[in-house]
């Protein structure tokens, strides 16, 4: 995955003097997950719950739900890293939310054939 590979083997090995890239590459791990995650549950969650519960709020406004569990799992994980050994970044938190915002923004836009499961 993109960020994967941002974080394990781009932001390691990048040499540069520039502040932007260096930021850039900071916060794309957090980044590309919220958008992904997202778009992999929003397929997930009409499997997971079947037709039984094609009622419920979950199934229906599934973007929503798929962007709150990806929110709250990365901000979760973010404030975890405070007890840990791994360093916590209110810019994490920032491009998290924004990246939300920005799938839900591309879930708006798409054609409605595209969210019918």
């Given at each position: ?6 974080q394990d083997n781009i932001r ?61 799992g990365l901000i979760g994980w973010?404030?975890?890293q405070v007890a840990g050994k ?32």
């Amino acid at each position: 995955m993109v960020f994967n590979q941002i974080q394990d083997n781009i932001r390691p090995n990048y040499n540069g003097d520039s502040s932007v890239i260096k930021y850039l590459l900071g916060v794309a791990p957090n980044f590309f997950p919220a958008i992904g995650i997202p778009a992999l549950f929003v397929l997930l969650i009409p499997y997971v719950l079947k037709k039984n519960y094609s009622g419920t709020w979950l199934y229906k406004k599934r973007h929503l739900s798929a962007n709150l569990i990806s929110v709250i799992g990365l901000i979760g994980w973010e404030f975890i890293q405070v007890a840990g050994k791994l360093r916590f970044d209110w810019n994490d938190i920032l491009w998290t939310l924004i990246a939300a915002f920005l799938f839900h923004f591309i879930w708006l836009l798409s054609p409605q054939k595209f969210k019918e499961i």
